[in-house]
């Protein structure tokens, strides 16, 4: 049963960068796909970014695309979210979710992760 911790979250001034970490135990995490996806309060939870398997490669939603960049280190069991050019909507919790038998094409889908960590907070604001 892999079970997952975020970390990284905090407060930056708009245009800033922050990096989230997960790191799984319990299983090899190089044999899960994972996502990140965020919430603000009273919003659906969002999809933000994946990154397939072993080496990837990596999806992301348009809204992050070119600021945000999802990782892996498969020797350290954990998944990174680099994030630059932070923007006060990028405002949330995030999340990441951990499947091994999702598919490609539900990669952006909260039902497909059985597996999902506390949630960090990104909160930016100046």
């Known amino acids: 049963q892999v079970q997952l911790v975020e970390s990284g979250g905090g407060l930056v001034q708009p245009g800033g960068s922050l990096r989230l970490s997960c790191t799984a135990s319990?299983?090899?995490?190089?044999?899960?796909?994972v996502a990140w996806f965020r919430q603000v309060p009273g919003k659906d939870r969002e999809y933000v970014a994946a990154?397939?398997?072993?080496?990837?490669?990596?999806y992301y939603t348009d809204s992050v695309k070119g600021r945000f960049t999802v990782s892996r280190d498969n020797a350290k069991n954990a998944v990174y979210l680099q994030m630059n050019s932070l923007k006060p909507e990028d405002t949330a919790v995030y999340y990441c979710a951990a499947s091994a038998t999702v598919i490609m094409s539900q990669m952006g889908s909260q039902s497909g992760y059985g597996h999902w960590g506390q949630g960090t907070q990104v909160t930016v604001s100046s």
């Open positions: 990154i397939n398997r072993g080496t990837g490669p990596s």
């Open positions: 319990g299983a090899t995490f190089s044999r899960y796909r």
